[in-house]
């Protein structure tokens, strides 16, 4: 009897155990993806002084991160993590009166130069984020959405290009007008070291484990701060991620 009783008190400590495993990873979620960046650092609108986009390339632009998701129920939870995110891209752009500094080390006048440039402008942009996502989970069948913000610190900012084929009236309007053959800018010290802004994931687990994902993030905050002269408007990360997803 005694035997039986002890075995008896071990299959239900056991089960027990079993249950609160099982409960357990119903309600934690571990997860990894990786992805491809596509979009801009851009102003919204496109201000008048950009009369025409010649060229556009997302450049070497990427996601990878580790989430994980606390459900409170079947269908509800919430995903925090983090991220290395990389916002990338290089634009050739036909600009008219874009108010800007430039040094010029070609032409008739060399110098640095400020006032509002006509001509042709070539940016390159690459950000390097470290991200981490405060985010609603709402689980659909074989899909599940997210919906929130995150916060994020730049470690490697670039933005520099070119000014050329065009001219700058030094000081304003109706200031001297200055030919530029080319003239090379670099405001990379000048980005805002942090972002912040809206973020939207969906994934859809086509296996029990793998998922094709996608990620939408909005920045608010400018990327470069309100003192700040060299561009004439505030330019935000606008980008959406494609890529695939595992679960642990």
Request: proline content about 4%; glycine content about 10%; overall charge positive.
């Amino acid at each position: 009897m005694k035997q039986t009783l002890y075995l008896f008190l071990i299959g239900i400590l056991a089960s027990t155990l079993a249950h609160a495993q099982q409960e357990s990873n119903r309600r934690w979620e571990y997860k990894m993806f990786a992805g491809y960046n596509l979009g801009a650092s851009t102003p919204l609108p496109l201000p008048a002084e950009i009369r025409a986009i010649r060229a556009w390339s997302p450049g070497v632009s990427g996601t990878l991160a580790f989430h994980v998701t606390r459900w409170l129920s079947a269908e509800w939870g919430i995903t925090s993590g983090l991220a290395i995110d990389v916002k990338g891209m290089s634009v050739e752009a036909d600009v008219m009166y874009m108010n800007t500094s430039l040094v010029v080390g070609e032409g008739d006048h060399t110098g640095t130069f400020s006032g509002l440039f006509t001509g042709r402008n070539k940016t390159s942009v690459h950000n390097g984020y470290l991200v981490v996502p405060l985010l609603a989970a709402r689980r659909i069948a074989q899909c599940t959405f997210r919906l929130g913000g995150y916060f994020a610190l730049n470690r490697d900012a670039k933005f520099e290009g070119q000014a050329f084929d065009g001219y700058i009236r030094n000081g304003g309007p109706a200031g001297d007008r200055i030919n530029v053959e080319m003239s090379a800018f670099d405001f990379s010290d000048q980005i805002r070291k942090t972002d912040a802004g809206l973020m939207a994931l969906a994934d859809w687990f086509f296996t029990n484990k793998l998922a094709l994902t996608g990620q939408f993030s909005w920045g608010l905050l400018p990327l470069f701060p309100s003192d700040f002269n060299g561009v004439p408007y505030k330019m935000y990360n606008i980008y959406f991620m494609g890529g695939i997803a595992y679960k642990l």
